[in-house]
């Protein structure tokens, strides 16, 4: 994403991460500046940690670390949050790439996946709008054909993004869509191509079987394509987030994952063991509804904003 009004963007994450990070505030800190060194301070960080939902194993790391760091009763407050964001960024540097659709080959294939609700149409409406507001040439494709509403949503998007719009009638085969609309973006010297896919988990196989028929056709047109899948996960449903990373990554291909609704949890350390648990990196952050709320995620901004500390990456 653009990420050329800096201030703008590091001032957007802290107050998306506002909830949680007063949770960490509240809790975590504070209990370790009132109580600095004692076995029952780190009794507590190891509670709140997990409370926050960063995992037992970064969370067993991150109490080590604080047991290392001696912290005397002087200690302030923004020591301690300091410290904490280093433990928090430690864990996640390794978790961090970017999402760069117009560094790649053209047109650039993006492949939309994750359940219905995980904000997969708002991520992709949010890209489509950038994209065409740096030159790009851009077609969204909407190959949840069974749910005329969500394509409805994604034809809102796209209009207001200036994309081109593919869809087809309710029910039709959306890698036959697939197929013809990347076949067109080609033909036509498209930059990108953005496809959304449907997200119905009540029967996973048949979703699964969907998905990769799509990949399979895609790669009719070009064998690279597609040249990013992104997964889609919703942040305030907390582990659960876990268990989505584990259907879709095994069998979708995934090439990195995207975090909505971290402005919507107090919870957003969840961030942490799914980032850890899965073979793709966190690309991209949602902290709000708006456009300039999807961002690239960086986790040393991402940690000080958790804690409650100013951004400054
Ligand atoms: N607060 C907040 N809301 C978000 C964010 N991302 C998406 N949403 C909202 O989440 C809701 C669901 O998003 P959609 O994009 O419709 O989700 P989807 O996965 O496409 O779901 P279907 O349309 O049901 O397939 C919408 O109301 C979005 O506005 C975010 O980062 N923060």
């Known amino acids: 994403m653009n990420d050329a009004p800096k201030k703008g963007w590091l001032q957007r994450l802290s107050d998306g991460l506002s909830r949680s990070s007063r ?4 809790q975590v800190v504070s209990t370790f500046v009132r109580e600095p060194l004692s076995e029952t301070a780190l009794e507590q960080l190891e509670e709140h940690l997990l409370e926050s939902d960063l995992g037992p194993a970064a969370t067993d790391r991150i109490v080590e670390r604080f047991r290392e760091l001696r912290f005397g009763a002087g200690a302030s407050e923004v020591e301690v949050k300091t410290a904490l964001a280093e433990a928090v960024a430690n864990e996640l540097r390794s978790h961090e790439a970017r999402y760069e659709p117009l560094n790649g080959p053209r047109p650039f294939v993006t492949l939309f996946v994750g359940v219905n609700g995980s904000g997969k149409t708002t991520t992709l409406g949010k890209i489509a709008a950038d994209l ?3 030159g790009a040439k851009v077609m969204v494709v ?7 509403a969500a394509r409805e949503q994604l034809k809102v998007w796209a209009e207001r993004a200036g994309a081109t719009f593919e869809s087809r009638r309710d029910g039709a085969d959306p890698a036959g869509l697939a197929f013809d609309a990347l076949t067109r973006a080609r033909a ?6 953005l496809i959304d896919t449907a997200g119905r988990l009540q029967n996973k196989s048949a979703l699964m079987d969907e998905l990769l028929k799509i990949v399979r056709v895609l790669k009719k047109v070009d064998p690279e394509a597609p040249h990013e899948t992104l997964l889609v996960l919703d942040a305030t449903v907390g582990r ?20 909505t609704k971290l402005d919507g949890t107090a919870r957003g350390g969840v ?13 991209l952050i949602g902290v709000g509804e708006g456009i300039e709320d999807l961002q690239p995620f960086d986790a040393d901004a991402f940690a000080r904003s958790l804690v409650g500390l100013e951004a400054t990456s």
């Open 188 to 193: 036509e010297g498209y930059d990108v191509v």
């Open 271 to 283: 961030l942490v063991p799914v980032a850890q648990a899965s073979d793709a990196p966190i690309k």
């Open 142 to 148: 909407a190959c949840d054909t069974f749910r005329a």
């Open 23 to 26: 949770q960490m505030t509240e």
């Open 240 to 259: 659960n987030a876990l268990e989505q990373e584990k259907i879709f990554g095994r069998t979708a291909y995934v090439s990195g994952l995207v975090m």
């Open 132 to 134: 065409t507001g740096q």
